[in-house]
């Protein structure tokens, strides 16, 4: 959790958190160090590339702010198999995308062609549960391997729906519940298992809610750019054929965008729809609904069951997601 | 576990085991259809084909042999979750491969594309998680979890070694272990622990001979074919750039064979140098090398602790996988 790739609203948290919180998080990185670096030079080389590269950690985070300052080894464990689990499906969807870049540098499948990254990807997730296996925790296999299996069904999902232009708000915000909140919502879930206290499913709906909120700020972010701070070009998810909610909306709002054809769309032309999207108010009700999200997460935690600075980290995290968008 | 898909070995193990092992596999059967048409009509339709293709069960029939006549609930979601896992394993290999047919058929990812198969296999693979979770049981997650990370070594280091005529005997036998005979040994440890039978370890070693046997065999077949038998074309392998043990044999027998060059190789040259390989007594060594095998699983299995009935059907399986290939 060190270097200049950590964005802000994490290491303000860390910071909040004082000691208990970074110390948890070190352990983590140093097991995903491990299992990365565990599979002889070069397997290790890939998928050590792959959990090293950056990322917000905030799906293990959320775990382990979810099992509390008492958190142990069976909310570490947690905490490192959630973010296996994230990565694996990173290493599969770029490989679905056929995507050349992310965050910024060359995506496994970029690197190494796509059998390879089918294999790290399949290691990554097999390992996941092995991590989890091996702490006993059935609560946790049975929790993440039903995110596992909803992550696996928003991919399908997506790619079934690929370059229809016709698919509804509610289509759309149903993948991302499979796709991104549920494993938010898991991470939080696992991490309040792991360490016993009360408001599971309280912290489960806080998970839900920024999950989704990410998403929908994620989706901007493809329409607006700009690529130095993204790591992708503008309009990839329109390239891909994802239908997206800016596009959903701005398409009731500019009846020129009813038109619109994915198919062999040229990165200049996916440019030009953004830019038409970007013209609408769809952008500004998308990011109101994610604020709103954040909102609704703060709100669902404010009851007494959670302490201060359980509220003050898990808000700091909350704003934190519409922060890195702003 | 009907229609003319079902090779005969395995219809006699059927018969000799009387009633318990033909109704339990129903049950494995009715657990693959339902979760396989579990996600609406479209995905139902790609899964269900790709757990429908046949096959020969032979993992989950191991499964409940281990587990033995009082094999229950526990050991029934063991199997299930065993072949979940073998099958996604297969979807996840033809996109590596890019294999357009698999037991005679269209592979998924011929049929649906790269995409969709990247996503079944990862929702089949997930869903056997989530499969033993909802079971409850620790010692099979641990040890299916360990065999899928084996799975996915094995697989990286056979791409790893693609096209690489000068690799060893030794390297070819552990990638085997990795590939194909963990998950039969844990086929075997799964269904004993389920059922709380002594012997696990017996039983373990009893899978992991089979599994080499097996794989020896499936390399030879690969050579010979024929196609109508095998579902694919001669040197397949040698087409993906995958070195087996005939073809390493060979190459000390037949100085000509040194000089193969696989990269590039037309399906034509590839049935030549099958020919080649065939015209030595590669082949018969390798038979011979698996059906010792068979008879050290047999010898493995030959104690007290393991009962007539047991020692009796065990030993039907393992020489149907000898007779299956000769």
């Given at each position: 959790m060190t270097g200049s790739s950590v964005p802000p609203p994490v290491t303000a948290v860390m910071d909040a958190a004082s000691a208990w919180l970074p110390a948890r998080m070190a352990v983590v990185e140093e097991r995903l160090g491990e299992l990365a670096g565990g599979y002889g030079p070069k397997l290790g080389e890939e998928a050590e590339a792959t959990l090293r590269a950056g990322g917000k950690r905030l799906r293990?985070?959320?775990?382990?702010?979810?099992?509390?300052?008492?958190?142990?080894?069976?909310a570490i464990r947690a905490a490192t198999a959630v973010e296996l689990l994230h990565m694996a499906t990173l290493v599969h969807d770029d490989v679905l995308d056929g995507a050349p870049v992310r965050r910024g540098r060359p995506t496994v499948v970029a690197r190494s062609g796509r059998e390879r990254a089918v294999g790290v990807g399949d290691l990554l997730l097999s390992r996941a549960f092995a991590e989890l296996a091996d702490g006993g925790g059935d609560a946790e296999v049975a929790e993440l391997s039903a995110a596992s299996v909803a992550l696996a069904l928003g991919e399908l999902a997506q790619r079934s729906d690929a370059y229809d232009t016709s698919i509804t708000e509610e289509r759309y915000l149903w993948r991302?519940?499979?796709?991104?909140?549920?494993?938010?919502?898991?991470?939080?879930?696992?991490?309040?298992?792991?360490?016993?206290g009360p408001g599971t499913e309280e912290l489960a709906g806080f998970g839900r809610e920024?999950?989704?909120?990410?998403?929908?700020l994620d989706d901007v972010l493809d329409v607006t750019g700009p690529p130095?701070?993204?790591?992708?070009?503008?309009?990839?998810?329109?390239?891909?054929?994802?239908v997206t909610l800016p596009l959903i909306l701005a398409r009731g709002l500019d009846p020129g965008l009813e038109s619109v054809e994915l198919r062999g769309l040229a990165p200049a032309e996916a440019e030009a729809i953004c830019d038409r999207i970007a013209a609408t108010d769809a952008l500004d009700v998308v990011r109101a609904r994610a604020r709103a999200g954040i909102e609704n997460a703060k709100e669902i935690i404010s009851s007494r069951q959670f302490s201060d600075q359980e509220r003050q980290l898990l808000g700091m995290i909350a704003d934190g997601v519409v922060e890195r968008y702003s």
């Open positions: 293990p985070i959320l775990v382990l702010m979810a099992a509390g300052d008492g958190a142990g080894e069976r991302c519940s499979l796709k991104t909140a549920r494993l938010f919502e898991s991470a939080c879930r696992v991490g309040r298992l792991a360490s016993g920024i999950g989704l909120a990410f998403q929908l130095e701070r993204t790591g992708k070009a503008r309009g990839t998810d329109l390239l891909d054929g994802t």
